[in-house]
């Protein structure tokens, strides 16, 4: 069984950083590109960040510059970095693990259940 748990989550103060990890569990974690997605209250969930298990990196415009997707193997856990974190940062992010498309894209197979993340201003 996949499980995907989320942890980092919490306040932090407009300006600040966060650092968001989700440990995989129950897959072969390696061969999966990973994803990071924001859901705020009464938005669409949006995708965040991806990383494939090949090393591409795509990212949402409203993070790029501030955010950093990294993930360890060995540790079957993938991180996301924020700084500069901005009120409109403010939503429960998702973590996610499935596939990466040649043509960019990212088709989601697995999600963990969230973690908040508040930014107050």
């Known amino acids: 069984q996949v499980q995907l748990v989320e942890s980092g989550g919490g306040l932090v103060q407009a300006g600040g950083s966060q650092r968001l990890s989700c440990a995989a569990s129950?897959?072969?974690?390696?061969?999966?590109?990973v994803a990071w997605y924001r859901q705020a209250p009464g938005m669409r969930r949006e995708l965040v960040a991806v990383?494939?298990?090949?090393?591409?990196?795509n990212y949402a415009e409203s993070v790029k510059g501030r955010a950093t997707i990294s993930r360890d193997n060995a540790k079957n856990t993938v991180l996301l970095q924020m700084n500069s974190l901005k009120p409109e940062d403010t939503a429960v992010y998702y973590c996610s693990a499935g596939r990466y498309h040649d043509y960019g894209g990212y088709s989601p197979d697995y999600w963990g259940q969230g973690t908040q993340v508040t930014v107050s201003s």
């Open positions: 990383l494939s298990n090949s090393g591409v990196l």
């Open positions: 129950g897959m072969t974690f390696s061969i999966s590109a």
